[in-house]
């Protein structure tokens, strides 16, 4: 055998002829469990009144660890509670903000009648 032919031999076949293999694992989740953290991040950037949402955030995010640790009960109970003070912190934050609305209103009406009636006293009307 010349040089060049052991050579060949010893390096394998031609890069072009080799077959790349993959393996592809799929992981079926029999049950899904929403975490609601795109909920409770909402909560507490824009109703985050009585801090419910940041709780509920955190409870989301529980909820997120424990599904990925594969405990799916300690996930459900962990959304479940984050489920519900979403709720509680959607109906207080869209009650409170109206609240507030109303009495920025009314107030600043109430305001202008006193200003108005103050400088009528003053004119003498």
């Keep these: 055998m010349h040089k060049e032919e052991h050579e060949v031999t010893v390096m ?3 890069p072009s002829t080799i077959l790349l293999r993959s393996t592809v694992i799929n992981i079926h989740s029999k049950t899904s469990v929403p975490d ?3 909920w409770s991040l909402f909560n507490t950037l ?3 009144w009585c801090c419910l949402g940041f709780i509920a955030f955190a409870f989301s995010v529980k909820s997120r660890d424990r599904k990925m640790i594969g405990d799916v009960t300690g996930a459900q109970v962990y959304a479940s509670t984050a489920k519900c003070l979403n709720i509680w912190a959607l109906i207080l934050g ?3 903000t109206t609240g507030f609305i109303l009495l920025l209103v009314f107030g600043s009406v ?3 009648h006193i200003t108005l ?3 009528q006293e003053k004119r003498g009307y």
Aim: aromatic residues 12%; charged residues 0%; proline residues 6%.
């Design 94 to 96: 869209i009650l409170m």
């Design 117 to 119: 009636q103050i400088i």
């Design 12 to 14: 394998g076949a031609p």
């Design 110 to 112: 109430t305001v202008y």
């Design 46 to 48: 824009f109703l985050n």
């Design 36 to 38: 609601h953290v795109v």
